[in-house]
């Protein structure tokens, strides 16, 4: 009996040699703990070397296999063919964001933007080594903990309506990662963070969609991380306002 | 990158309090002057609400009530039509929903003081 298959329409694209992005289509073994990004190994190996993806733990982990699969933002060590069957599965780049080469997008801009909301701790003056570690409670660990989780997969910029609109938003995971430092019993850098994450194109772009929270695989809740941002923005907001000398 | 001054938060503090009044005061208020007061689960008289409605502490209800639920439905509706794709017409979506947001304003407070 000859083996069962599925097949997978995957896109390739050589920007400057195609002209514009087309699905190829392969046929792999369906096996049942096989995810999707084992049928892309599997290509890669056997049919099509020149197939181009990014990937590395394949444990859900590092965050560099995220793709579109039948048109939702995926990590593919995490989409099982069984999920799929019979199939196709469409595998196309992650939405929203520049194509490199088929499946592998640009981070440049996600790149700039999570820098730009300074995700690490922030001290006025840094403690001595000699003094020893910075101590938290539990508590103070669960008020940011659940943030702490992004790996930077990008699936809520693909998912996210308003940065496929206009990419100057600075995006879910960004201002999750900025919010996360923000609730930090460590930090100290609010007064420097907080500005950037309220500016036009920060919180206030969001629509609330929540889609972000929808296909996030760590169960990180960017949509919360903004509206909980805005909250505390239109607070300072009114306050300098009605005290112009206390504004920052 | 601009850290343009914004005014975003303006109008999204009066989003925000137009949804707490629109998610606990009018459905309430619905109940009331909707279902129970018509169909006589409530015992009140026209003239009691007639002259309940004159109260300074009543019209400031009403004003709270009617106006701020506007500025709710101007932010989504302003938010809608920038997702469905009218992006290019940001600016005047802005000014069409917040206008009549105030004009309902101005509205009420002229039909409450009259």
Redo the contacts between chains.
């Keep these: 009996m000859s083996e069962e298959t599925i097949t997978l329409e995957v896109t390739r694209y050589r920007p400057g040699h195609d002209r514009e992005p087309r699905a190829q289509t392969f046929s792999v073994p369906y096996r049942k703990d096989w995810v999707v990004l084992d049928a892309l190994n599997h290509i890669k190996d056997r049919t099509d070397g020149t197939l181009s993806y990014r990937w590395s733990c394949r444990m859900g982990v590092c965050g560099s296999c995220g793709m579109m699969v039948n048109g939702v933002p995926k990590l593919t060590c995490a989409a099982f063919l069984r999920d799929y069957h019979p199939g196709p599965i469409r595998v196309e780049p992650l939405a929203n964001f520049p194509v490199v080469r088929d499946l592998v997008i640009s981070l440049d801009d996600f790149m700039e933007k999570l820098r730009r909301v300074k995700p690490w701790i922030i001290r006025e003056v840094e403690k001595p080594v000699a003094e020893g570690e910075y101590l938290q409670t539990p508590a103070q660990l669960d008020l940011y903990k659940q943030f702490s989780m992004c790996i930077n997969c990008m699936l809520c910029y693909a998912a996210c309506p308003v940065y496929g609109l206009d990419p100057v938003f600075i995006g879910p995971a960004a201002i999750a990662l900025g919010y996360r430092y923000n609730l930090d019993s460590r930090d100290e850098g609010y007064r420097i963070r907080q500005p950037i994450l309220t500016e036009a194109v920060g919180v206030w772009d969001c629509t609330f969609v929540g889609e972000c929270s929808v296909v996030c695989p760590k169960g990180v809740d960017p949509a919360a991380a903004i509206q909980r941002s805005k909250v505390a923005g239109a607070k300072e907001w009114f306050m300098s306002m009605l005290l112009p000398w206390g504004g920052r | ?4 001054k ?1 005014s ?3 109008w ?2 009066l989003f ?1 309090v137009g949804g707490v009044v629109a998610a606990f005061l009018v459905p309430v208020h619905l109940f009331l002057h909707g279902l129970a007061v018509p169909l006589g689960w409530i015992p009140v008289s026209p003239a009691r609400i007639q002259a309940l409605v004159g109260h300074p502490l009543i019209k400031l209800y009403l004003f709270v009530l009617i106006a701020l639920p506007l500025y709710h439905w101007a932010h989504r509706f302003r ?2 039509l ?2 469905v ?1 009218l ?1 290019a017409l940001r600016a005047p979506i802005a000014v069409l929903s917040y206008g009549s947001a105030v004009v309902g304003t101005v509205l009420t407070l002229w039909v409450l003081l009259r």
Excluded: K
């Design positions: 990158m601009s850290t343009r914004t975003e938060p303006f999204w503090g925000s938010f809608i920038e997702d794709g992006h």
